[in-house]
């Protein structure tokens, strides 16, 4: 009891004082993105890290979260470990610069760990200081990634719910169509409204991607009545491997790759694009959506 109660008191001294010396406010709202997959091993985590080095190429500030409670490896590629996660914030006596890590260009990542299954479970006290600490980064980063596990479980279709725009990644393979088409399904049944967007990987050829974004783009709005946009391809390069074993970025270590052009050329679209986007309602925002999707 005396530390539960050690803790709360730790919150409310801290709700006191919010302000964070990693982060500089300024008058905007985080542009929240999140970058799912029907299927494990289809590059969803490789592609996410690039998109946010491509980000940080453009001036955008971004934060990575890492929601792949089951296969968290944002860390492996991106070289730096987080210190600690968001359940040690909903628990008390952490702020956010307490469980973030630096990432190349300036970009910063933070793991979900399991809280995010217990953000429902939190007191009014826990909760409020909790949305006071995840805010700061509305007034700090331009674009936040997140990173879900693969597949149709319960804590990847919230997030998939709750973000301002979705990213579907795929590759040509039979199975891997066939699950992301399963993820675009559920999401509309469920009402999702959020723009979805299609990137397929490890494309050999145009003629090969074109495949897969006419079929699936086809039966989504036939049977979904879901417009689902061509974002891009990216195709296949061995680099990519050889990144991911030296635990150096691919955009860093290659920067004239042909993975890395494909990524910047995405990064321009989401950035430049004429497509009118929904306005951004921030981390904060998300976090409401999630408590709500999960009362």
Known sequence: MNDQANKLRQMHEMMGNTRSPILKP???QARVITVTSGKGGVGKTNFTVALAIAFAR???KVLVIDADLGLSNVDVILGSSPPGNLLQVMQGGYSLNDVVADGPLGIKFISGGSGIYDLSNLSDVQLQFFLNQVGQFDSWA???L???????NRMVLNFVMAADEVIVITTPEPTAVTDAYAVIKTYASHGGTSPVRLVVNRVREVAEGDGVVNKLSKVSQRFLGLTVSHLGFVFED???????TSQVPLMIAYPDSMFARCIDKIAHTLIFGEEMMPAPRGIRGLFQRLLAIRS
């Open 26 to 28: 300024i008058p905007t």
């Open 58 to 60: 453009h001036g955008k």
């Open 142 to 144: 331009d674009v936040i």
């Open 146 to 152: 997140i990173d879900t596990g693969a597949g149709l």
């Open 238 to 244: 061995r680099l990519v491997q050889k990144a991911v």
